[in-house]
């Protein structure tokens, strides 16, 4: 099992910046995939941006170039660097860790408890 502790949330303003920790307890294995999502009152929850067991990363359009993910395999944790922030980027904040399991080679689905942040002068 894997539980997943989020933090670094909060408000800021817009152009402002904050960074997103997401650290895991319990195995994730060697071939996993981590990201956060995000979920605006009303909204749907999105894909933000996801990274790779070797490292590779994705990002939804509306953060690429603002946005960092990245991790430190050490320490079970990932990051959300998010810079130029704007106030479209208010929601709640979703880790998520997707793990698989061998030998079944099935894929496990976890998230986080969620963190709120504010962008607004």
């Known amino acids: 099992q894997v539980q997943l502790a989020e933090s670094g949330g909060g408000l800021v303003q817009p152009g402002g910046s904050l960074r997103l920790s997401c650290a895991a307890s319990?195995?994730?294995?060697?071939?996993?995939?981590m990201g956060w999502y995000r979920q605006a009152p009303g909204k749907q929850r999105d894909l933000v941006a996801t990274?790779?067991?070797?490292?590779?990363?994705r990002y939804a359009d509306s953060v690429k170039g603002r946005f960092t993910i990245s991790k430190d395999n050490a320490k079970n944790t990932v990051y959300l660097q998010m810079g130029s922030l704007k106030a479209e980027d208010t929601a709640v904040y979703y880790c998520?860790?997707?793990?698989?399991?061998?030998?079944?080679?099935?894929?496990?689905?976890?998230w986080g408890q969620g963190t709120q942040v504010t962008v607004s002068s």
């Open positions: 998520n860790v997707k793990t698989l399991a061998l030998p079944s080679s099935t894929w496990s689905d976890y």
């Open positions: 319990g195995s994730i294995g060697i071939v996993n995939v």
């Open positions: 990274i790779t067991t070797g490292a590779g990363t």
